[in-house]
């Protein structure tokens, strides 16, 4: 099955500078790769996601590039907020879409900004 | 907008013990759905449903069951508490399928003596 890797586990900026952070997939088959933030002491919420037909989204200060020939994502934060301290899953799903299919995530980046 | 409500919110159980988590959404979502998180790892599927009285293993079904008996709900049984088991309980939802976003609540946290 879809296996996906978080590279960085924990990651510091500082305010105002941007962050970045890396999966890779195993699932050629994948399609659909969306993002979601956990705050200290609460569950997840999504903030941004990208499909196989596009390789850039933009969202206000988060961007989302997609390699599939390399089967690597990333998640790009600029002009870092406080705020944006959190961990940050990435997933995948596994190609079947639809009605039917899975997401896999990885196992999350724990983000701090340093004011 | 909507609201996924768990309980409960704690959960604190013997060893080899039945105990069952509840999940309630009020989006009107086909799709529903059990994960487990443990301490400084990922989520783990348990199990999902895509529709009333549908159920889908996950990747950690083992040990567990699940029943959607209506489109609203869906819950979990541990089906034999395992000593120091300690992990967060995430119910999520989504309208469709797992290509469209999940809504998540807020968690039941298990505890096992």
């Known amino acids: 099955g879809e296996k996906v890797e978080q590279h960085e586990s924990t990651l510091s900026v500082r305010e105002g500078d941007s962050a970045v952070i890396n999966c890779t997939y195993t699932?050629?088959?994948?399609?659909?790769f969306p993002w979601y933030k956990q705050e200290a002491g609460k569950s997840l919420h999504f903030v941004i996601d990208?499909?196989?037909?596009?390789d850039r989204k933009q969202s206000q200060r988060l961007t989302v590039l997609l390699d599939k020939k390399a089967k690597r994502f990333s998640l790009h934060i600029t002009a870092t907020q406080p705020e944006d301290s959190a961990i940050y899953f990435c997933a995948a799903s596994g190609g079947t879409g639809g009605l039917s299919g899975k997401l896999t995530f990885g196992e999350g980046t724990q983000v701090t900004v340093i004011s | 907008g909507g609201i996924i409500t768990q309980t409960p919110k704690f959960l604190i159980g013997q060893e080899g013990q039945k105990l069952t988590l509840k999940c309630q959404q009020n989006f009107n979502h086909d799709t529903m759905y059990w994960y487990r998180q443990d301490s400084g790892k990922g989520l783990r599927l348990i199990y999902y449903s895509i529709t009333e009285n549908d159920l889908q293993k996950g990747d950690l079904s083992e040990g567990y069951d699940a029943s959607r008996e209506k489109k609203s709900s869906f819950s979990l049984t541990v089906t034999s508490a395992q000593k120091n088991e300690m992990a967060v309980f995430l119910c999520a939802s989504s309208i469709w399928g797992a290509q469209d976003t999940q809504y998540f609540g807020p968690g039941t946290r298990l505890l096992v003596l």
């Open positions: 699932d050629t088959a994948s399609s659909y």
């Open positions: 990208i499909r196989s037909n596009v």
